[in-house]
């Protein structure tokens, strides 16, 4: 039995980029209510990563003055500063919180996308029968944790950065406007954009390396 010719592999069907895409943002809309949940989660966990560091840039541009009175005003409200420090810097505890509640938010990631491929099992199945191949399958859900990704992390960045500014308001007054270093501010927005969509690729990988393996008959048979 010969092998298939290398020309008709080269033939085969592939979807174009922008069709996979679509097909994605489909899905997303056809189980809104799941992936906004997924989405919640995401953005709760960036928000409070770029609430952190934004109000450091803050405190940071406080320093930055050498104003005695904005010194004192950053130690009483609760940042550990020695006489020759000229940065702050976010708290152990604070640290700590940021980490946990990013570590919390990829579990929810992985089992929210764990569900979604137990309900798509039909129609994982379809495609493969359909011919679609294992990346294929990879790529679809890997577009649409990018884009939740995204949009949560969009989001929960800005969300974040507006509090942390409003906190500083409330508690200095004018002060932080006038002495923000908004460089440092706009990375720290885009760091918690990139941890945010790292974070849900990184859920989104186990749970679409499942779908991908999966076998067109296991897929099929799986009762509704």
Not at 64 to 87: F, H, K, M, N, V
Not at 196 to 212: D, F, K, Q
């Amino acid at each position: 039995m010969t092998s298939p010719p290398e020309d008709s592999v080269k033939r085969q069907v592939v979807l174009p980029f922008g069709t996979s895409l679509a097909i994605a943002y489909n899905s997303i809309r056809a189980r809104f209510f799941r992936s906004l949940i997924t989405t919640l989660t995401l953005v709760l966990a960036v928000s409070f990563l770029s609430f952190v560091n934004v109000a450091t840039d803050a405190a940071n541009g406080l320093l930055a003055t050498g104003d005695p009175e904005l010194r004192q005003a950053l130690i009483r409200s609760g940042y550990d500063l020695a006489p020759e420090d000229a940065r702050a810097g976010s708290s152990p505890k604070q640290r700590w919180i940021v980490i946990l509640s990013l570590l919390v938010c990829t579990v929810g990631i992985v089992n929210a996308q764990l569900m979604a491929v137990t309900e798509r099992f039909r129609e994982i199945g379809a495609m493969k029968c359909l011919g679609a191949l294992d990346r294929f399958v990879l790529r679809l859900f890997l577009l649409e944790a990018g884009m939740q990704g995204l949009v949560g992390a969009g989001a929960g960045a800005l969300i974040g950065a507006l509090f942390a500014l409003l906190n500083s308001a409330l508690q200095f007054g004018a002060a932080p406007f006038r002495a923000m270093p908004w460089g440092d501010a706009a990375q720290s927005i885009f760091f918690s954009l990139g941890i945010g969509c790292l974070l849900s690729l990184a859920g989104v990988l186990y749970p679409a390396i499942v779908a991908a393996r999966m076998q067109p008959v296991e897929a099929m048979r799986v009762e509704e």
